[in-house]
Nanobody, 125 residues
Framework: QVQLVESGGGSVQAGGSLRLSCAAS????????MGWFRQAPGKEREFVAA???????YYADSVKGRFTISRDNAKNTVYLQMNSLKPEDTAVYYC???????????????????WGQGTQVTVSS
């Protein structure tokens, strides 16, 4: 089992940047594929970005070119660098871990067994 703790959320004006971090504990972090999701009030949780065990990445169209996912296995941490933020990026952001043996990227919520508690990101216009 793995425990996930997000940090780095906050309030920022449109056009600004934030970097989210997700620290993992438990089983060997490098064996997990990781993902970031977000959920705005009244909306379903949606995929943002994912990174495989071998550092392949995949992004939602809405964030492509603005967000970057990365991982540091030595620090058991996955990051989400968010640039050119827009008001529609406002949401609670969650990181998630997938321990499947296949080394791929995953973008469905039901593919992730472990979730953090979330961190709030608010972008004002």
């Amino acid at each position: 089992q793995v425990q996930l703790v997000e940090s780095g959320g906050g309030s920022v004006q449109a056009g600004g940047s934030l970097r989210l971090s997700c620290a993992a504990s438990g089983r060997t972090f490098s064996t997990y594929a990781m993902g970031w999701f977000r959920q705005a009030p009244g909306k379903e949780r949606e995929f943002v970005a994912a990174i495989s065990r071998s550092d392949s990445t995949y992004y939602a169209d809405s964030v492509k070119g603005r967000f970057t996912i990365s991982r540091d296995n030595a620090k058991n941490t996955v990051y989400l660098q968010m640039n050119s933020l827009k008001p529609e990026d406002t949401a609670v952001y969650y990181c998630a871990a997938n321990g499947a043996s296949y080394s791929g990227v995953y973008y469905r919520t039901d593919e992730y067994a472990y979730w953090g508690q979330g961190t709030q990101v608010t972008v004002s216009s």
